[in-house]
Structure formats: structure tokens, C-alpha cells
């Protein structure tokens, strides 16, 4: 069929003025000579082993404990899994710099807990910890997901030949959680290679490179240094989007598969519980950090409970921020939801010559560090009437988390019967009713996973729109910068419980909905 | 009578030539068959005859009309495919109803019309399940429901029960010829399976990589075959089936 | 699906709904100084909507170099004046303004006006001190002592005026090398190099530090809140900055922007240099803060207006590794 396509023609235009236009913009205004100063100067150099040192140790960890846990809840006979699952997911519920302040809550020179044992995790092990605590969800929800693939067919056939666990292992189990693996790693990587929340709460003196970017943007104004060394932020990024890209994944041609049958073990089962529980415990710890700090007059000078954070919040216009923050949240969630939607059928149902481009397109925004967008959005629409409204933020959010929501549809749409527009096509359907009372319904678990991940993400980040926002388009969870930087710990613990409380009851609603559903159509597994 | 015709149907893919100048009559209320192995070209000759696809050269006639250029909607085809393609979210009765209502723009209307025609193929006793909860078989007959429904002049097959096991699949043979004798729809059926297509068929066109090697009766097939191909392919299975007796049996015949 | 054509609708609809006629105010004072701003507006101007914009000093003028004069804010105040020199083309001709309040030789731009001198100094943690038998600095090499390690905190010179001013001090007293030098030698002993002039304060609060290289009016604040401080100025004298603010250009013709900028400056202006900020720079300035140093000489701070000493020196600054 090589009719013109006009919604793949929409889409693309949709993603080249949002993605390419901009970063090429901005890579055009960066002053190439200064180059060679920037990667010659010590600071520079100290900024990026300090980053790759922290953060290859704090992806080996976090991957270690997200493998742990899958397997706890993949190959136990753990209790309660899906209460633990949505447990071990909290972190990923508060944006980046939480952590790294309810790490100085706990652990700080003034910690709750450190004080007392004498020591403080500020500097290289804050920023291992807290980058820690917030990706190793995001790893964890991988591997899970690829637990759900094996084939465990081969479990038996590995018993039948006479493999010992380990050859099993290696054969079986590996082969197919390879591509999870892999990716799990370099998403972790580059996550954290990335981030400058954690950073800056936690990390004194020990400077990490997305640091180092802010502070030539913020304190030396200089765009361009900063788009010089937010390239190199790109790096892993881009590695890590053509592995995605490129790297077969036979894995997810399985479409039935038996289910695995859990051997017994008490001790195996007892002392991934206790590892798990503990994890659990310490980010609740860590909420519960929070929780004290909004309810205490002051952490150094007394103790006493006292309600006059919130009061402090409320007489500030929280009220307003908040409501900024839901509807941006709502119009990334549902108008993104849609875009990917759609930009996923074109690429996994309708094909055709641009397919491949958009596909390449949808998924390059997972290789572009928030601040770097939200940078390249600042030059290029700032003379626009786009300029300081809501639209901007909205944009920004729906191509900074595009990436993700596109897979998620993309993958479930390749499984669904090829054969569903034939059908349409010669019965005298319209495509566009066979997608509504076929398609849309049969996905509908993945579309409620995709407005999730957008609303979530919306509500934490603090990256992209920060060079964006205005007074009357302030998200709330900017708030916390402000606040962490006025020393209001009690304030800023206020407004990251909101974000958590907030997006904890989308989570909710989301899972009850789910439940109900497959309750009532047990047609969603089996398509 | 002849319903469908088609003329130097020729169709390149990727600088191959997949189907090769082909030259056949379809009579009404026939049951023909297209026979050969995977890769020969049936699977695309059915595309471009329901409309999916076109060709590069040749003309489709059906019914004194030309329809090549035609859409799929408006070809009075309809379509079985191989894993029946049942609308997972919609029950028995839903499915079978989905298209015609929307033609007729008449709930009630359509919703009669739906419920003869499962009768007709034995399912309305099940109306309300999923197809999941349908055996291969049952998904099969609503399949055909959904496009009889339609009033299709011709119904093309496509691979239709190489999914399932070989007990399942000599039950729905007798019940799909059953179907057409009553419904006296043309049916134009795509399979690799010998056996299939001689027992069900009134002709059968052998295909290889894209040209049309015997168009005949199965007996004229088996007895005359017109070139070594044919003749390879069909004593083939013969062959395979009488060696298997030997063995289960020890007789050497 | 009706119902999400609806709520789409409505949702961006919501997103248009957004007072224009309102005046609005970048400022980079701390949240207490903006809070009683935001008060004291209200008081003033009840009828207008004027909006007071908290926005760090960097952001503040990231921002305007980034948008130039369709940014949204009308009025800037409290800018650190390297950046304001740097961005001051965005920024009004202000030669219609009176101001005679200030003290002659203060304001010397047209584009913009001084909001505040500060100073900074040592602030120490006395109670920490006395625990710890610590000996207390009374020069830059004094803060070079083992015994202080890791418990320093000084602003990023990149980042803030109050660490470019330390920077600068040490540059004219040590020279450009020997200045360097000492600062790679006093990392040992910094346990961060804040972002923002206030972090090193608030790091002292936070019980995280026991040496704040900071604001003199915070650390004052501070010990009047009932932190047990003390303000200790080093025998070079104590450093000190200055802030600026202005109007972008072309508000001035804006309802309201110059009642509120005159009010700004001969009102507010006074009350918060009186209150908080009390170097001296107004002809008329009663300052009211308690225990506020009478005494602090001025330190050798030659250049801290000129935009190619910054350039230089931040350069410089890189060689320090942070």
C-alpha cells in the first residue's frame, strides 16, 4: 500500500520538530573552538571519571539487587508477590532529589541515624545510595519481565539431558534474560550517569558531570560549554538506544509458555524473604524520614512536633502548583498515550517507508538527558508562541518519557493476530473502527500501563522543565529545589510526600482497574 | 457457470517472479483447491484475489465484471484465515454480528441474521463464550459464520486447519463440506495438504513457485498427471502413507 | 470515548486560563525576605496582582540571557551584578528613577541599581568548637589546618557571588598562582562547594559543617534564631558583593511597574537593607538587625565589578578542580 500515510506523516512531523529540530538548534549555537579547552581542563576531566567511577559502581549493585529480587518473586515460593511487587516499586514514585534528601535525613553529618554512629555517607557512597535506591526498581521491572518469557519447556528438557544448575543456568535462564539483562544495564547506566539530583543533595564536594552542566548553565550562563559536555551525557545513552534498537530479542516471540514449577526450598525462600523485607523496611524508612521532618519544628535546634510547615505550604500557593502539576501531568499522560499509541501501530501494524525512520525517531528521546532537552527547547522555542505556557512543558514531558510507552505499545500491538485489518478490509470496516472495537480493547492493559509510566514520570521530574517553567506554570515538584536550597528540609519532605501520595493513588486506581478487569474478561491472556 | 476468471494473473516480489502468468476458471458453487508446498505462491495468489494485494499484470473477472482494480470491501469475498483471526474481546455472537451490523446499521436485523447462520453451523448453543474458551474446530465453524453472515459469493480458505490435530481435522473436513453442499457458496481453498485438498475438492489446481502445473479433477490428478512435479507430489504422500501402514502393521504390500 | 474528547477539551482549555495583567518579580532573596515582600505587597497593593517570582540568582539570569526581553518577569531584583553586567542590555534605562536615596558613588549604571551590599565572613559553630577544643581561624592559611577537614563549606565561585568574592579576595591578596594553590590545598578541609551563597550557612544549621564561609547578615540571623554561632572576620577584613535590580525592557511602560519599582526601592529597599542586609548603602539606613557587627572593614576586593576579571578568574578557577 503506498497511499499516503497522513497520520504516519503527522507523527513524524510531530517528532522531528521536538526532537531533531531542537538538538540540532542547539548543537549549532555550541562554540566548537572551546572544545579542546573543556575536555583539556582538570575539572572537566575530575567531573567525568568521578561520574563513569560512581556510576559503574552503583549499576553493578543496583543490578545485582534488582536480579536478586526478580528471582525472589519469579522462582520462590514467596508470598504476597504482587504487594511486594508494587512495594519494591515505591522509589520510583518521588523524583530524584527526595532521595538524595531523605538520605541526608537519615544519614547525614545530622542524620537520624548517623548522628549517633558517628559517621555520614556524604560524597561518593550518598550518591551510590541514592542512585541505588531510585533505579533499581526500573531494573528489577526488567528482569521481571523477562522472567515471564523463559520458556521453561527447557527447564525440563535441561533436567532430561542431565545439566547441572549452573549449565542450566547459562543455557536456559541467561540465554533469555540476555537482552533483559543487557538492557537493564545500560538503562540503569545511564540513568544514573545522568541524573544531578542525587548529586547535588548528596554529594559535596564530589562533583559528577550533569553537576558540572549545571553549574556552567546556571552559574556561568554559558549554553554552549553546557551542550558540550551534555554530548557527553548523550553517550551512554545512545549505546544504550541502538543496543535496544539493533540486538535481537528472540525472547519475545514466546507466546504461550508453560508455567515454571517452583521447587521447594525453606532456605533459599527464607533468606531471599529476609533480603527483600529488608530492602522494603529501608525505603519505608526513608518515606518515614519524610514524614518526620514535616512534622518536627526544626531538625538541629527542637524537636518538637509542629504544624508550621504546612502551614508555610499552604499559605505559598501550594494549592496552585499542585494543580499545575496535575494538569500537566493528565495532558502528558493521555495526549502522549495517544501519540505513542498511534506512532505504534503505524510502526508495528501499518508499516511502510517511513516506519523504520519513525520507529528510530520514537525511541531516540531514551538517549537525551532531561536537562539537555529541556536546554534545547529553551533556544530553539523561545521566540515562539510556544514561549512560557503550559503547551511547552507538555511537549517537553511527552518527548522526554516518549521512548518507553512506544515500546510498551509497540511490543503489544506486534503480538496481536496480524490478520484483524485484513478481516476490517474485507468485511467494509474502517480501519479506524476495527482499532477502536478490536484493537484498543484487546490492549488495553498496555495503554493503562503506558498512561502511567507519563503521569508518574510527569509529577518527579525536575530535569527538562527546568529552564521551561514560569511563575503561572510552576510544577510542584520544582518546589523542592527551592525549598532544599532555603533549608526548609520540613517543606521540601511536605511536598514529596504529595508527589508520593499523589502518584501512589494513580498506581492504586490503575492495579484496582486492572484486577476488576481480568475479573470480568479473561480474554486479555489470550490473545 | 463461470463465476470467477482469472487472466495472465502475474505478480513480481522483490525482483522474483512469485506467480507467473496465471490462466483459471472458478464455476459457481465450486469447491476448488489450490494445492502446492510453502513458498509456491497460493498464499500471495489469495491476497491479490480477495483484494489484499495487487497484481502486476492480469485481469480478475468475476461475474462478467472486472474487479481487478476493486476494493477488498467490494469484491463479495470473504476471507478464513488460518488461525480464524475471532475478535478475542467479543463472544460468539458478537463476532458473527460485528461486520453485518455495521452494514445493516440495525442491531435487531443483524442480530437475527447472526443467530440463523450460527444455527446453521451448529454454534448456537455457545453464543455467549470467548474464543478462548472455543475448541480449534468451534473457533473455525464462527470464523465461517462471521463471513457467511455477509453473504459472500465466494469464500476463500486459507490454510485453515493446519493448526489443528489430525481427528479435528477429518470432523471439520466433513462438516466444511457439508456447509458448502448447503450454503452452494464457491469456496477457493489454499493447503499443502494432499489428502485435504482431494478429499474435499471438486478441482484441484496443483501450484509450484508460481505456476499453475494441472488444473483437474483429484481423479484425473491421481491418474493422469500431466508432468513429473505433479506426479511426484502427489504419489509422494501416497508412498508416506502406505510406508506407515507397513510398519504399524509389519505387511509389506 | 466521548468523554475523553471532553475531558481533553477541558483540560486544555484549563491551560489557557492564566492571568496577563499581572506584575511579576524575579527575585533571588532567601524564602524569608520573599515572604515578607509578598506581605508587604499585599499591604501596598491590594488591588494589583503583583507576583514575586523566588528564582536562584544563576536561574534568574540563565533565564533572561536565555530569553531576553519576552522573558515574563517585569522587575528583577536582588541579581548577583556580575550576571546583571552581563545581561544589563535586556534591562531598561532607569535615568528616570530618583535615586537620591542611595548614598553618592552606589549606583554607577544606567541600567540597573544596587539592591544590597553584603558582606560575608567566617561563621563558625561555637558549640561545635568548644566541644572539639578547636583553635578558631584568623586567616585564609588558618583554615588550612588538618583539624578542620571536612568541615568548611564554601559557595562555588562558578555558581555564587559570595564564593567568587572569597576567590577574588584571596586572588588580590595571594596573587592569581599562589591563590590556586591554596585553594587545591584547602579542598582537603571543604566538605562542598555549594551552589547557592546561603548553602554554606545552611550547612552549619544542618549540623553538617563547623565553618561556613557566608553571609554575614545570615550567619547573624542565624545566631539570633538561637544558633550557637559566631561571626568571625578574618585579619584581612571581610569580602563582600554587591546585588542589583532593574526592569526589563520595555515594562517601564507597563501599568503599575514603576509605582511598584520606585516602591521597591525607596520603600521595601530600605526596610530590607535596615532588616536584613545591613551594609551600609542608603544616605538614611537605621539598621535594626541585633548583634549585626559594628566593626567589619571592607577587604581588598579590586575588580569585583569587572566582567573580564570574572572571566579570567573563573577560568582560573578550573585549575582548582572543582
Known amino acids: ?527 | 457457470m463461470v463465476s470467477l476468471e482469472v487472466k495472465h494473473l502475474s505478480k513480481t516480489y522483490k525482483k522474483k517472479l512469485v506467480l507467473n502468468d496465471l490462466n483459471f476458471t472458478v464455476n459457481k458453487g465450486e469447491f476448488l483447491s489450490i494445492l502446492g508446498p510453502s513458498g509456491c505462491g497460493k498464499t500471495t495468489l489469495l491476497k491479490i484475489l480477495i483484494g489484499i494485494e495487487k497484481s502486476d499484470q492480469g485481469q480478475i473477472i468475476k461475474d462478467n465484471t472486472d474487479i481487478t482494480n476493486f476494493d477488498a470491501a467490494n469484491r463479495g469475498m470473504g476471507i478464513v484465515f488460518q488461525n480464524y483471526a475471532l475478535f478475542p474481546n467479543m463472544n460468539v455472537l458478537e463476532n458473527v454480528m460485528y461486520a453485518l451490523k455495521i452494514k445493516m446499521k440495525n442491531k435487531d436485523k443483524a442480530k437475527e441474521e447472526s443467530l440463523k447462520i450460527l444455527k446453521m453451523v451448529k454454534m448456537d448453543q455457545e453464543l455467549k463464550k470467548y474464543p478462548h474458551e472455543l475448541s480449534g474446530g468451534q473457533q473455525q465453524r464462527v470464523a465461517i459464520a462471521r463471513t457467511l453472515v455477509l453473504n459472500p459469493d465466494i469464500i476463500l480458505f486459507d490454510e485453515p486447519m493446519s493448526a489443528l490435530d489430525a481427528d479435528n481435522r477429518l470432523t471439520l473436513r466433513k462438516e466444511l463440506k457439508a456447509l458448502q453442499t448447503k450454503f452452494n457458496t464457491t469456496m477457493i481453498y489454499i493447503t499443502h495438504d494432499q489428502e485435504e485438498a482431494f478429499s474435499l475438492s471438486d478441482r484441484v489446481i496443483v501450484m509450484n513457485e508460481g505456476v499453475i502445473e494441472q488444473i483437474d479433477t483429484p481423479n484425473k490428478i491421481f491418474n493422469n498427471p500431466k508432468n513429473a512435479y505433479v506426479k511426484n507430489f502427489v504419489t509422494r504422500h501416497l508412498i508416506e502413507k502406505v510406508e506407515s501402514i507397513e510398519k504399524c502393521t509389519g505387511i509389506d504390500l | 470515548m466521548k468523554k475523553l474528547w471532553c475531558l481533553l477539551g477541558f483540560l486544555i482549555l484549563l491551560t489557557g486560563c492564566a492571568k496577563d495583567d499581572s506584575i511579576v518579580i524575579y527575585s533571588s532573596m532567601e524564602e524569608e525576605r520573599n515572604q515578607v515582600l509578598k506581605e508587604q505587597l499585599a499591604n501596598k497593593f491590594p488591588d494589583l496582582d503583583v507576583v514575586v517570582q523566588a528564582i536562584a540568582t544563576g536561574n534568574s539570569a540563565a533565564k533572561i540571557k536565555s530569553e531576553g526581553t519576552s522573558v515574563e518577569a517585569d522587575i528583577v531584583i536582588d541579581l548577583e551584578t556580575a550576571h546583571m553586567e552581563d545581561i544589563k542590555d535586556n534591562f531598561a534605562n532607569l535615568s528616570s528613577f530618583d535615586d537620591s536615596i542611595y548614598l553618592d558613588g552606589v549606583n554607577t549604571e544606567d541600567n540597573y541599581f544596587t539592591w544590597v551590599k553584603y558582606t560575608m565572613n567566617l561563621i563558625i559553630d561555637e558549640e561545635y568548637f568548644q566541644k572539639h577544643n578547636l583553635d578558631i581561624p584568623k586567616t585564609y592559611e588558618d583554615l588550612l589546618k588538618k583539624e578542620y577537614k571536612n568541615l568548611i563549606a564554601m559557595p562555588d565561585p562558578k555558581t555564587s557571588g559570595t564564593g567568587y568574592a572569597f576567590f577574588l579576595n584571596t586572588v588580590n591578596i595571594m596573587g592569581e598562582d599562589k591563590a590556586v594553590e591554596y585553594f587545591k590545598k584547602l579542598k582537603e578541609n571543604i566538605r562542598e562547594f555549594t551552589t547557592s551563597g546561603s548553602g554554606p550557612t545552611n550547612l552549619l544549621k544542618q549540623g553538617e559543617i563547623a565553618i561556613a564561609m557566608g553571609m554575614t547578615a545570615q550567619g547573624v540571623e542565624a545566631i539570633n534564631a538561637g544558633y550557637n554561632f559566631k561571626i568571625v572576620e578574618l585579619k584581612t577584613g571581610s569580602p563582600y558583593n554587591t546585588t542589583s535590580f532593574g526592569i526589563i525592557k520595555g515594562r517601564e511602560e507597563k501599568e503599575n511597574v514603576r509605582e511598584v519599582f520606585e516602591w521597591l526601592m525607596n520603600d521595601f529597599g530600605k526596610f530590607d537593607k535596615e532588616n536584613y542586609m545591613p551594609d551600609i548603602i542608603l544616605k538614611d539606613q537605621n539598621n535594626q538587625v541585633k548583634n549585626y557587627p559594628s566593626n567589619l572593614k571592607d577587604a581588598d576586593m579590586t575588580g569585583i565589578d569587572s566582567v573580564s576579571v570574572k572571566e579570567k578568574l573563573t577560568e582560573m578557577w578550573e585549575k582548582v578542580n572543582g
Open chain 1, 1 to 527: 500500500m503506498k497511499k499516503f500515510n497522513i497520520s504516519q506523516f503527522l507523527i513524524l512531523i510531530f517528532l522531528i520538530t521536538f526532537v531533531i529540530f531542537p538538538l540540532g538548534r542547539m548543537l549549532l549555537m555550541v562554540k566548537w573552538a572551546n572544545f579542546g579547552t573543556l575536555i583539556a581542563s582538570s575539572s572537566f576531566k575530575e567531573a567525568l571519571i568521578n561520574s563513569l567511577l560512581v556510576t559503574s559502581i552503583a549499576t553493578i549493585i543496583a543490578i545485582l539487587i534488582a536480579y536478586i529480587l526478580a528471582f525472589t518473586l519469579n522462582r520462590t515460593n514467596i508470598k504476597h508477590r504482587a504487594v511486594l511487587k508494587l512495594l519494591l516499586t515505591i522509589p520510583m514514585l518521588i523524583p530524584s532529589i527526595s532521595h538524595g534528601l531523605g538520605l541526608i535525613n537519615l544519614f547525614g553529618t545530622n542524620g537520624l541515624i548517623s548522628k549517633g554512629l558517628g559517621f555520614n555517607i556524604i560524597g561518593m557512597p550518598g550518591i551510590i545510595i541514592g542512585s541505588i535506591l531510585y533505579s533499581f526498581p526500573i531494573a528489577f521491572l526488567m528482569f521481571d519481565d523477562g522472567f515471564k518469557y523463559i520458556d521453561n519447556n527447557l527447564y525440563d528438557t535441561a533436567h532430561v539431558l542431565g545439566l547441572n544448575k549452573w549449565q542450566t543456568f547459562k543455557t536456559v535462564t541467561f540465554t533469555y534474560l540476555k537482552k533483559p539483562f543487557l538492557s537493564a544495564v545500560f538503562a540503569t547506566f545511564t540513568m544514573i550517569f545522568t541524573d544531578y539530583g542525587v548529586p547535588l543533595a548528596v554529594g559535596g564536594k564530589f562533583i559528577t558531570l550533569p553537576v558540572f552542566l549545571y553549574k556552567e548553565v546556571i552559574g556561568l550562563l554559558d549554553f554552549s560549554k553546557g551542550t558540550m559536555i551534555g554530548l557527553f551525557l548523550l553517550i551512554p545513552a545512545l549505546i544504550s538506544f541502538l543496543f535496544d534498537t539493533f540486538f535481537k530479542d528472540y525472547a519475545h516471540n514466546n507466546l504461550k509458555s508453560k508455567d515454571y514449577v517452583i521447587k521447594e526450598n525453606k532456605l533459599r525462600d527464607n533468606v531471599l524473604k529476609i533480603l527483600t523485607y529488608t530492602l522494603i523496611t529501608f525505603v519505608f524508612i526513608l518515606l518515614g524520614s519524610f514524614i518526620y521532618y514535616a512534622f518536627i519544628n526544626s531538625p538541629v535546634l527542637d524537636h518538637s512536633f509542629s504544624l508550621k510547615h504546612f502551614d508555610y505550604i499552604l499559605a505559598n500557593n501550594v494549592g496552585k502548583y499542585l494543580f499545575n502539576s496535575l494538569l500537566i501531568a493528565l495532558l502528558v499522560s493521555i495526549l502522549g498515550t495517544i501519540i505513542a499509541y498511534f506512532c505504534a501501530y503505524e510502526t508495528a501494524r501499518v508499516k511502510g517507508k517511513f516506519s523504520r525512520l519513525l520507529h528510530i525517531l520514537a525511541i531516540v528521546s531514551l538517549a537525551i538527558p532531561g536537562i539537555v532537552l529541556g536546554l534545547s527547547f529553551t533556544t530553539s522555542f523561545k521566540s515562539t508562541f510556544l514561549h512560557n505556557t503550559f503547551t511547552i512543558l507538555i511537549i517537553v514531558n511527552i518527548i522526554h518519557f516518549f521512548a518507553s510507552p512506544y515500546l510498551m505499545a509497540y511490543n503489544a500491538l506486534q503480538k496481536i493476530n496480524p490478520n484483524f485489518e485484513m478481516v476490517a478490509k474485507t468485511c467494509n470496516i474502517s480501519l479506524f473502527k476495527i482499532i477502536k472495537d478490536v484493537i484498543i480493547p484487546n490492549t488495553k492493559i498496555t495503554i493503562r500501563e503506558m498512561f502511567s509510566y507519563f503521569f508518574v514520570n510527569s509529577m518527579i521530574t525536575i530535569s527538562a522543565v527546568t529552564f521551561l517553567y514560569n511563575t503561572k506554570t510552576m510544577p510542584l515538584a520544582l518546589l523542592i529545589n527551592n525549598y532544599e536550597g532555603n533549608l526548609m528540609l520540613g517543606e521540601a519532605a511536605i511536598i514529596s510526600l504529595i508527589i508520593l501520595i499523589i502518584n501512589i493513588i494513580l498506581k492504586l486506581g490503575i492495579y484496582l482497574i486492572n484486577r476488576y478487569e481480568s475479573r470480568k474478561d479473561a480474554y486479555e491472556y489470550n490473545i
